[in-house]
């Protein structure tokens, strides 16, 4: 492993902290770890990191708080002369798979694509990640469609009358009604085009870094909060925390009223979107 050295000054306080967004926000070549670092330093002092601040830095607040959270997951002496998006793909997994994958991608000289096939071929449950009962319990909705159920629902939570499995295929088939959507995180795109185009259900993802579909679909949702963490249910009955943030997004009317429910001191304020 080719580790990275990084001393941090600690900002004295919040101006100095600003200050320094300022000056990152500024340069030219700023890099995600620049600005997770900062973010995540100001989040942890208990600081102004809200919406308003990432936008008189003229930041976007989704690729700042993505960045973010790969940087809170990464120590600096765990980060490697690989790019940072090597780094947000295995963000989510334990620090010692996390640590082998990275070791592998410099050693083979991988890119991005070839580290995610790697994992998915290795892992086929790596992408099966179920939501907690609370979140549903707070919702206090009954779905009309799971559009990525399991097809072993043991430890599945979601309350909905129809489960669209992998064997199905949901991307495939009529939706309909009010839809729930955990899609998989290695490729979510697909899905967040679905729910932008159907506008009717609560899609939750995570905020990876510089994709353009995460931005696109937060404009398009009615509503959305950020969930800094939340503990899924594993396949083997185990709890996970990803590495990184999420959102929980609402579309129409009616998931934008069920997210208003979400309550929880990781759980970000609920905000609608503005054109």
Sequence with gaps: MTEIQIVKVPY?????????????????????????????HGVQRGYGTGKATVKALGLDY??????????????????????????????????????AWLDTAEAEGWNVKDLRAAIREADPTRNQWFTPAWLFDQLGVTFDIDVCAPEDRTHAAVPAHYYYTAAIDGLAQDWHGLVWC??????PEAWADRMIEHGNGLLLVHMPNNAHWATRVQW?????????????????????????????????????????NVEGERVGPYWRQTP
């Design 220 to 260: 398009a949702a009615t509503a959305a909060r950020l969930i800094q963490s939340m503990h899924f249910t594993r396949p083997d009955g185990t709890d996970q925390r990803p590495g990184y943030s999420l959102m929980l997004l609402a579309f129409g009317d009616l998931a934008a009223q069920a997210l208003r």
């Design 12 to 40: 004295v306080d919040e101006a100095a902290w600003l200050d320094a967004g300022r000056e990152i926000a500024d340069r030219e070549r700023r890099t995600p770890w620049d600005i997770g670092d900062w973010w995540a």
């Design 62 to 99: 989704g690729d700042v708080a993505r960045c973010a959270s790969v940087a809170r997951a990464f120590e600096s002496l765990r980060r490697r002369k690989l790019s940072f998006a090597h780094h947000a793909e295995v963000a989510a997994l334990p620090p010692e798979q996390g640590d």
């Design 182 to 187: 955990n899609p998989p995180y290695s490729d």
